[in-house]
C-alpha cells in the first residue's frame, strides 16, 4: 500500500482540517495510507518521518535545514 507524509507548519486548527485532514481522508479513499503531523515549531520536522514514504505534502513549512534534508532524502529514495 503506498505511502504518504502531510506536515503541516500552520498551528490554525481549521487550515489542518481543510489543508491536511481532508487531504488524508481522499488519499485513505484511494488506498494510499497519510499521515499528518504538526510541525508548526521547525523544531519538530523529524525526517524519519518521511522514510518509507511514496508521497510527501509539505504545507506552510519554513525552509530549514533539517526540512532541506528530508527533502533531499525523500527525492533520492524516489519519493515525490
Same mark, same amino acid.
Not at 503506498?2 to 479513499?29: D, F, K, N, V
Not at 523544531?43 to 530549514?64: F, N, R, S
Given at each position: 500500500?503506498?505511502?504518504?507524509?502531510?506536515?503541516?507548519?500552520?498551528?490554525?486548527?481549521?487550515?489542518? %482540517?481543510?489543508?491536511?485532514? $481532508? /487531504?488524508?481522508?481522499?488519499? *485513505?479513499?484511494?488506498?494510499?495510507?497519510?499521515?499528518? @503531523?504538526?510541525?508548526?515549531?521547525?523544531?519538530?520536522?523529524?525526517?524519519?518521518?518521511?522514510?518509507?514514504?511514496? %508521497?510527501?505534502?509539505?504545507? $506552510? /513549512?519554513?525552509?530549514?535545514? *533539517?526540512?532541506?534534508?528530508?527533502?533531499?532524502?525523500? @527525492?533520492?529514495?524516489?519519493?515525490?
Amino acid at each position: 500500500m503506498p505511502r504518504a507524509l502531510i506536515a503541516s507548519g500552520c498551528p490554525i486548527a481549521t487550515t489542518t %482540517l481543510y489543508r491536511c485532514i $481532508h /487531504l488524508q481522508e481522499q488519499l *485513505a479513499a484511494n488506498g494510499i495510507d497519510a499521515d499528518v @503531523r504538526q510541525w508548526a515549531d521547525p523544531q519538530q520536522i523529524d525526517a524519519a518521518a518521511a522514510e518509507g514514504c511514496d %508521497l510527501i505534502v509539505l504545507y $506552510h /513549512l519554513p525552509m530549514t535545514a *533539517a526540512l532541506r534534508l528530508l527533502i533531499d532524502q525523500s @527525492r533520492s529514495r524516489g519519493a515525490r
